[in-house]
Nanobody
Framework: QVQLVESGGGLVQPGGSLRLSCLAS????????MGWYRQAPGSQRDLVAI???????NYADSVKGRFTISRDAAKNTVYLQMDSLKPEDTAVYYC?????????WGQGTQVTVSS
């Protein structure tokens, strides 16, 4: 069983920054892709950013140039650096890890962007 634990969410003003962390219970190189998704109230869960086992990254158009996904294999951790935050970034952010044929989710961390 894989466990993913997110941290780093909170309340931030528009234009501010936050860094989310996702700690995995085993080596992140055992997953072929890890990523971040978000879900706002009344909306579906959407992809924010992913990073493949080879280091390739991909981002939703709405966050390109503002968010950066990275990883620290020694710490079994994937990060999401979020800069220039906007109110529309408000959501619960979930960490995701895929290893065929399964995928795993963290419990989510709330990010609220408001003045």
């Amino acid at each position: 069983q894989v466990q993913l634990v997110e941290s780093g969410g909170g309340l931030v003003q528009p234009g501010g920054s936050l860094r989310l962390s996702c700690l995995a219970s085993r080596s992140i190189f055992t997953f072929y892709v890890m990523g971040w998704y978000r879900q706002a109230p009344g909306s579906q869960r959407d992809l924010v950013a992913i990073i493949g086992s080879g280091g390739t990254t991909n981002y939703a158009d709405s966050v390109k140039g503002r968010f950066t996904i990275s990883r620290d294999a020694a710490k079994n951790t994937v990060y999401l650096q979020m800069d220039s935050l906007k109110p529309e970034d408000t959501a619960v952010y979930y960490c995701n890890a895929k290893v065929a044929p399964s995928q795993y989710w963290g419990q989510g961390t709330q990010v609220t962007v408001s003045s």
